[in-house]
């Protein structure tokens, strides 16, 4: 079975630790590899930032199939281009917040997810709830840093991180944290040690998901909805007015 | 990895239907053993067998833990006793609804189920809308066949089966269909075969989110809801009035 | 008129309380006896608890068919075992949740419950929002302490729960309070005069309930759902795998 | 105790049909009287006609607060002016349509309502919606006959709204039958013998959650909300541009 | 075109504000009047408060209709009546409320709205979430100040409201504000200036929306709900019991 | 004021009909100008074609930034990138369907949508649902037509167009339609005529929208979520795995 793993931002450092991420929880029998886009945004903060690495996303799901991909995983916590993605594959696309979000679920009454920086809240939270989780997420939390800085200054992002888990525990009576963020996947182990209570990585859960689904034989349903986009004749177009 | 299933209901040819599929999906790492108890009603249908099959079935699952079991399947679509029974295990406890629904959401937009008795109708409406799928699942279809008759002559269930998927295609936009009955499991290849949709089996997908779950080490937290139930001290006790 | 009240736990004391506040209430023309199952947990604390009390529960039911009740109370509030029981029965059966959020729904609009301990917190979030409350509900809180202590140490439930009622004022804006178990039933006047807001105790309601729908000559509907649990053939069964 | 029913339209035989399901069910001890305004509209079909009739309700019931009534019923199925009654109210104020609504919920999974108009159906949609019963309402239904016509034909509108229950039944899974329209009181019996299944008439309904909501001892909440209207002081005012 | 603003209260100093804030936003060729009743209550504060000026606002339409007037806007924050009026009417009714709830979901992604007094808080979540935006509304907050003291002490009132818009954008992340009451209108740039958040005041919402709508041709639906009121004729009618 | 029309699709006969449409409701006194991206797909057609077409349209948004452009529509049913290009513009960004949803949801209690092709049935539910709708709109419907043959053979779209309304008024309730695609803009007379019934085309509804936003000074707030994308430094990339 092939996964391959696209993180739709251009730093490959990402990559790779949401490759080892893959490579630390995959089936000895799935090979995963892992990709980045050479031009898109350095990081994903925001609706400009994830609509302007979708198409090069996309390309990357077209190059797949011509190889013969099994699944694909989208890894970025704002799922970008997750519908838009099961439209080109013929396998399952899986994000990693919609499966952190299964998970979460299926091993805890009620969760919290845990982001980077406070623009992303509104995003993540309309996500849980096309998601359904409304009920069971207790609350978006930030812990206020960029992307890159998770990267930068890990020692930092695991003290703020470790701070808003106790707070989720406290205030929002979180029984699972879903880290809410790529870039915060090497910090899994250490934070569930430091905290308690069980930390759900997106990436970790996505790279299972794709397994249990390609491993029973599911495929992303050509009917309707997720069908191959419309093959477009090329048209004369010009800009009016 | 061991995955223990339990059918709740006493009927051993169901059992013995539910972990061959199963075992058709599973991993070839993976023991999956397959239990029913002796006591509880032949079939569920509807709340009161549901409640009379629970108590059994944690027992089942009390001696799983004692053999070390690392996950289990509750092969009942009405998912009966999930919340309780995660109270009991240490690992995660799939039911089988709740683990189709997630299937059905990641491959597909909208769905129908499609159950056997139109008792159950209401009862697994409420479970989708607590497994957050309300507006991903477009209708919850019922045959109007018990449950044992599906064993009895199956190919009567297969043609009124196809006739609902067909329905549910051309009425409910059902991109997905999911078989609303552990014991629809053995006819899910021939249905997919004859209508062209995708048709998900509960019991396939349960097992393949059990590997997915061990597999990424994954135990149901502690925290709060499904802690372990407390200890009570036996007191005394009288009916009264 | 004759209502069956039925604690499902195995404490005769909190049995006898619940019958008391009954009795307070039930107009005179009203008979009211209550029971309570002798090998049930000693209180119901969370999901597996409410599972091994609710056979035991229907048996009393089917006990109370024979004998013509009229209607049913579960005083636990938990609700555990609700559509169940009105598949066994004839006539309505109460569960004190419910009947307490109907009446804070018509009182008040908006209010807040307070249990016993946090592992009930999302239980009855999801009783709740299956009762229409979601919007009404502004919170559901607990005080941390076991349902038994509620009697071993009566003054400091008191005291906890006061200072939850004035705090569900200040910060929920409550404007009426539920109990949210069944063993606080007895302070309900006290708490009321010393804090000023309606408190609602789910068992006088429900007998209230119980009274109007017997009264209007409203019996549980048969059609669907709620229909009698069909008759099972006992069939051989074996563990199997 | 004393409970008054307000008709708020201004036809006196709609008025007289009301208080006769109220007595019919009514308690030996409880008093029911009735009344309605002169000048409000004859019938109740929609929103101008709603509000037209709110301030003479509320007038009714200031007379009753010196009467010392003990509860009201506001006797038309839109509950027009609910809060506000409630406002002026001490005593629990009840909306037929929120008691038939509760008494729908407690005694069946799944219902239908069954109005006159057609423009009263998102008008009932919205009241079911903020009672909570969105799941619960399969569907809102018009007979399409106006209000007094109810009176004028009542063999046409028995015959109309026994075709309306048997589509409910047979397209909508309803289990009981809610009857949108206080003027359908009369008919209640005949309808419920004529289908099979149970039909709530929200007279009787309330009249029976007046008697349990004054037995209980519960009255409105004045903490926020539903507090006393402020008492405002005349002030100059005058028309301008 | 000609848009009429009626202030449901009697309050003629509250009209000429709103007025003002009408005239400062709307276009050249827009003509706006404004009107309020002379026997409603000086300011609305409630449930009662808004039955009770109702009656007198449709009169105010009626009027309104017969000079041809082109769209109303109702200038009082629980838009009263609203869909009353939108029946009598054939151009567009526009709510305040509605109005700057719609701005504020097309402005940014969540927001929150500052009222009065608290018990408007529940009344307007309740408005919030029949105009769609219970996700985009992260809180009401009230400012506990009567409607009428705003143009008795502004200074205050500003004072107040400053502290809740500062507390609703660290609280409850707001990126938007919205002014739960007419009278704040006055206010709304001096806020805007002090705080550097979006404020959106309800009234030049609502002109604008009332502009727009008219501009494009667009009248009240009359199929169904908003049709106009049947004409009833007068019947005899007597209080009876 | 200046509005820009951004026509997603590269079909510049498209971008023509949107532009006459806006022409023929906007203000004397302002400014709309048109575009459309040259190399994205002919139409949008799913969730594969919006992504396609974003980035293209932000750009187009950046050079309306540099002229001065006060406001943006967004001339696509989807509302692709609509998030997105908030955090680009300073001004407000309109899109479609939400401009058409606002409309529809003043001027009827309850719409339908209607669409070309079932695959984007879904897609606008979901949107229908992000802009609070779930309720005012009954059904979204599709005529299974591909969006340019629109143009092609409008007399069968008229054709098809008018039968689904007619469907929509019978079987949904429907009091007003919303047109589901930019490209029916230029039938929205023909149909209001031949049904009846108010017929909302989203493109005149923005330009107003537009048009009462900017004239009350209302810009896209830069607070959290739609403040402008972070400037990103580029970083070395490479692709691995």
Chains 1, 2, 3, 4, 5, 6 share one sequence.
Not at 74 to 90: M, N, T, Y
Not at 190 to 204: C, F, H, M, N, Q
């Amino acid at each position: 079975m092939h996964i391959h793993l696209i993180n739709p931002n251009s730093t490959a450092s990402m990559t790779a630790q949401a490759l080892e991420s893959a490579l630390s929880v995959k089936h000895t029998d799935t090979r995963v590899s892992a990709s980045n886009p050479a031009d898109t945004p350095v990081s994903i903060e925001g609706g400009a930032d994830e609509a302007m690495s979708v198409p090069a996303m996309l390309a990357k799901i077209r190059e797949g199939e011509v190889q013969g991909v099994d699944a694909y995983i989208i890894a970025c916590f704002d799922d970008p281009g997750l519908h838009a993605a099961r439209e080109v594959a013929k396998g399952p696309v899986i994000g990693i917040c919609q499966a952190a979000v299964q998970v979460a679920m299926t091993i805890s009454r009620r969760f919290s997810v845990i982001t980077t920086l406070p623009r992303s809240v509104p995003i993540i939270e309309d996500l849980v709830s096309d998601y359904g989780a409304v009920r069971h997420c207790r609350r978006v939390r930030a812990i206020d840093l960029p992307v890159l800085a998770l990267e930068e200054d890990p020692k930092r992002a695991e003290w703020l991180l470790i701070k808003e888990i106790e707070a989720a525990k406290a205030e929002d009576g979180a029984e699972a944290i879903v880290l809410g963020c790529a870039g915060m996947s090497s910090l899994c182990d250490r934070l569930k040690e430091a905290t308690g209570v069980p930390v759900i990585d997106g990436v970790s859960a996505a790279v299972k998901m794709a397994e249990a689904l390609v491993g029973a034989g599911f495929t992303t349903s050509k009917v309707n909805t997720y069908d191959y986009p419309r093959i477009k004749t090329a048209m004369s177009h010009r800009v009016c007015a």
